[in-house]
């Protein structure tokens, strides 16, 4: 069975599973799916201050701290047990605009010329990873929730707010896959 598992499924395989996500979660308890929500939990739990954002009853959504825990581990049990022996099978499209980027190595999930230590303190890295992520968390905030909270869980309970968030995060991709990115690798 460890052998079957440690093949890429097919894409639709994931899908299922996290469709049937959503409704399992709201038939056990009316629970909401996301994950960024987590991070206000915590700062909740661990930073008790006077701050109104943080004074809520956060016991109450402790569950997430399970589903997220779940997350890590089973990115870690795919990581270590699961792990694919084979190099990253990147199309040939792909790999050769990428090459006009500077990124050879496909050796691994992420390409070592953007994630390491040796890249974060360039211009580039600084750029993508720092900036990046700062540019995802703000946006996260400001726009009431992440992509799994607002496209899953919120799209497939018709939510409007999860409509309009979901369009602006599709929008925001396409223009940084497009425009941004060719114009930030090169630097």
């Known amino acids: 069975m460890l052998e079957q598992l440690s093949h890429p499924w097919p894409w639709w395989a994931g899908g299922i599973i996290i469709g049937l996500t959503v409704p399992a979660l709201l038939i056990l308890g009316n629970r909401h799916f996301g994950i960024s929500g987590n991070l206000r939990h ?10 109104p ?10 569950w997430n701290f399970f589903f997220a825990g779940g997350v890590m581990l089973g990115a870690a ?6 792990a694919d ?6 199309a040939p499209e792909l ?7 500077g990124i050879t190595d496909f050796s691994h999930q992420l390409p070592p010329e953007i994630f390491s230590w040796e890249n974060v303190f360039t211009l580039r890295g600084l750029v993508l990873l720092i900036g990046g992520g700062f540019l995802i968390g703000f946006g996260t905030r400001y ?3 992440c992509t799994s909270g607002h496209s899953i869980m919120g799209l497939s309970t018709l939510q409007w707010p999860s409509l309009v968030a979901t ?3 599709m929008a925001g991709g396409f223009i940084m896959a497009n425009f941004l990115l060719p114009f930030i690798m090169r630097l």
Request: charged share 20%; aromatic share 16%; net charge positive.
């Open 167 to 169: 369009i602006c995060f």
């Open 95 to 101: 790999a050769a605009e990428l090459r006009t980027y």
């Open 77 to 82: 049990i795919a990581a270590t047990l699961l």
């Open 85 to 90: 022996p084979e190099p990253v099978k990147v």
């Open 53 to 62: 954002f943080f004074k809520y009853d956060w016991r109450k959504e402790s």
């Open 143 to 145: 726009a009431g929730g």
């Open 42 to 51: 915590i700062c909740a739990a661990l930073f008790p201050a006077n701050i």
